[in-house]
């Protein structure tokens, strides 16, 4: 069983940055492509950014492209979300996740979610 722990989420103003961390247990880790995904009130979970077993490939929804970047760290079985420039439409929780494969695509359905991070930007 692969357990995701989201941290970093908070509370701050329009164009302010912030840092999301997700800690996985298990020695599988480095194995399996990683993402982060978010959720707004009333809306369905979105792609934000996912990258392969080893980093070296990433990808973006078109809406965060250029302000966020994700980035992973095999030796220490985290991943993170560097968010910049933050608007009030990037308000949602987030949540990191598992890919069942070493790469990903957009649509590929995750198999292990953690439980979220809540990320609220205010103008």
């Known amino acids: 069983q692969v357990q995701l722990v989201e941290s970093g989420g908070g509370s701050v103003q329009t164009g302010e940055s912030l840092k999301l961390s997700c800690s996985s247990s298990?020695?599988?880790?480095?194995?399996?492509?990683m993402g982060w995904f978010r959720q707004s009130p009333g809306a369905e979970r979105q792609f934000v950014a996912g990258t392969t077993w080893s980093g070296t490939a990433s990808g973006y929804a078109d809406s965060v492209r250029g302000r966020f970047t994700i980035s992973r760290d095999n030796t220490k079985n985290q991943l993170y979300l560097q968010m910049s420039d933050l608007n009030p439409e990037d308000t949602a929780t987030y949540y990191c996740?598992?890919?069942?494969?070493?790469?990903?695509?957009?649509?590929?359905?995750?198999?292990?979610w953690g439980q979220g991070t809540q990320v609220t930007v205010s103008s």
């Open positions: 996740v598992r890919y069942p494969k070493q790469g990903y695509t957009k649509t590929m359905p995750p198999d292990y």
């Open positions: 298990g020695s599988s880790f480095r194995a399996y492509a």
